[in-house]
Nanobody, 120 residues
Framework: VQLQAFGGGLVQAGGSLRLSCVCS????????MNWYRQAPGKQRELVAR???????DYADSVKGRFTISRDNAKNTVYLQMNSLKPEDTAIYYC???????????????WGQGTQVTVSS
């Protein structure tokens, strides 16, 4: 199983970016799909979570600006980021809790990270 993230880049404050993360491989089902971020000198933090049932959770710092969604047919999770601020600058990582097929096992996977830089 692999997770591959796309969509990072450089944007001015107030701008928007859309991140995507595609899960591929020996997948039977995907449960939580999350986005985390890590800024220089800081710990990795949860940005947004979407469960298999569609429950959404957001960090207070991004509520009202970021939207997480998923396409189960494509095994993909998205993060739409609007009204970006310089403090949103970080490496963004996707995460998924995946039930593998043959043999059945539940594991956690991380994508490789994608850089988001917001200039003031």
């Amino acid at each position: 199983v692999q997770l591959q993230a796309f969509g990072g880049g450089l944007v001015q404050a107030g701008g928007s970016l859309r991140l995507s993360c595609v899960c591929s491989g020996n997948i039977f089902n995907i449960y939580d799909m999350n986005w985390y971020r890590q800024a220089p000198g800081k710990q990795r933090e949860l940005v947004a979570r979407i469960t298999s049932g569609g429950r959404l959770d957001y960090a207070d710092s991004v509520k009202g600006r970021f939207t997480i969604s998923r396409d189960n047919a494509k095994n993909t999770v998205y993060l739409q980021m609007n009204s970006l601020k310089p403090e949103d600058t970080a490496i963004y990582y996707c995460y998924a809790e995946i039930l593998q097929d043959e043999p059945r096992s539940l594991r956690e996977y991380w994508g490789q990270g994608t850089q988001v830089t917001v200039s003031s």
